[in-house]
């Protein structure tokens, strides 16, 4: 059914969930397994620009290159393409999953709501409203949670 998946990511821990789940997809369709992790230019536009063409963008792309090296490292060995755009996230993912041909994205969400989902929106909420491919929400947990778990496995 699924030919190519999907995965955008932030690198954060919360997001191994989704990574999990989209692997095991993965390597249940037999299909390649694409992970994503968008620079968002929008966060840092206002910026000087000679602010942002210093050591912003580089150490931008580090955090890019690193979120895609800890989807790799979860993704078992099914990660067959790894990307790394810059602009607005929500459209980026939209944009690579039809462009590439992509039969579904799998993605977390932090189950923001209340006035911060009103007044910021939230990346999954715009792709899911705007994707012509399947979107699979990952519910993820709150970073406490993922923090107690890597306190108890440290623990042992």
């Known amino acids: 059914m699924y030919e190519r998946i999907l995965v955008p990511t932030d690198g954060s821990p919360e997001v191994d969930t989704v ?4 692997t095991a997809l993965a390597a249940a369709h037999d299909a390649e397994l694409h992970a994503l992790y968008v620079i968002n230019t929008a966060g840092y536009s206002g910026l000087p620009g000679d602010t942002t063409v210093g050591g912003l963008d580089a150490m931008m792309n580090e955090q890019g290159e690193a979120a895609l090296d800890r989807a790799a490292e979860h993704a078992d060995g099914r ?3 790894r990307v790394l755009l810059d602009g607005r996230p929500s459209a980026e993912i939209v944009d690579y999953a039809d462009e590439g041909g992509c039969d579904l994205i799998v993605m977390g969400t932090h189950g923001r709501g209340g006035i ?3 007044l910021l929106g939230s990346v999954a909420e715009r792709v ?3 994707s012509e491919v399947p979107v699979l929400t990952v519910r993820v947990p709150k970073r406490s949670d993922v923090d107690a778990e890597a306190d108890i496995e440290n623990d042992t």
């Open 19 to 22: 990574l999990e789940h989209a």
């Open 79 to 81: 990660l067959t393409e």
């Open 116 to 118: 911060d989902r009103l």
């Open 128 to 130: 899911v409203r705007t």
